[in-house]
């Protein structure tokens, strides 16, 4: 296993977000026992939005049922309001609509319940380096699904859009690489670069792009066809 810190200053923050008490608090203690810190939990979605914001975690384990406020919208309300803001959804439901609106709303990530104490743990790690984490079988239905956005016709007065920025070719070859939904660490190892090197371009291409976080970044992608390169 990885070491917590992963290339970050002191253990990765983690709060989680779930309406059964003892699921909560077993899950809250396997990640604090496995070197994560876990700073807040909350068992409403209201009560997530309120203590996410005062203890401000990397990463928000969360459940989409909760009364309150749904998690769909305690995702949307965080992200918003804080774009780095990691959230790894972990539900029992492996409905593709909830997957999807889960996507949508923000989540770098969706896990099931079912998932081992060991994948929940590695799955917060990438999580929190900006990985997208999905249970086998929903990776590929949530890249379908930016294929199906990018055909849509683009929003009215596009033909005035500035001309696209110029990305350098190590830029555009990792773009092409997240687009067909390589994880950072496979980009890395394809690549020959480091793992650190790969969200540098990343986060540079997201800053000349204009864009908030890899949900975008990859319709991007996909809406120019650098998937199919």
């Known amino acids: 296993m990885t070491d917590s810190t992963d290339e970050r200053q002191g253990p990765i923050k983690v709060m989680v977000v779930d309406d059964h008490p003892m699921w909560r608090d077993a899950v809250a203690r396997d990640l ?3 070197g994560l810190d876990v700073v807040a939990t909350a068992g409403d979605g209201e009560q997530a939005v309120r203590r996410a914001q005062a203890v401000a975690p990397d990463v928000l384990v969360l459940d989409l049922n909760l009364p309150a406020k749904p ?5 949307k309300e965080l992200v918003a309001a804080n774009p780095a803001l990691r959230v790894l959804v972990l539900s029992a439901s492996g409905e593709h609509a909830d997957v999807l609106e889960a996507v949508k709303s923000g989540a770098t990530g969706y896990l099931l319940k079912s998932a081992s104490t060991e994948e929940l743990i590695d ?3 990438r999580t929190a380096v ?9 990776a590929g239905l949530v890249l379908g699904e930016y294929r199906r956005l990018a055909s849509e016709p683009a929003p009215t007065g596009s033909a005035d859009e500035p001309k696209a ?6 830029e555009t070859e990792v773009l092409r690489l997240v687009a067909k939904g390589l994880s950072y660490k496979q980009i890395a190892e394809r690549l ?3 793992h650190r090197t790969v969200q540098n371009h990343v986060q540079n291409t997201l800053g000349k792009l204009q864009l908030h976080n890899r949900v975008e970044l990859v319709r991007y992608a996909i809406e120019r066809g650098l998937d199919d390169e």
């Open 123 to 125: 799955a917060v790690r």
């Open 32 to 34: 604090a026992e496995s």
């Open 165 to 170: 920025p110029q990305l350098t070719d190590r």
């Open 192 to 194: 020959v670069i480091s």
């Open 71 to 75: 998690g769909v919208q305690v995702c």
């Open 130 to 138: 900006g990985d997208p984490v999905f249970t086998p079988g929903l």
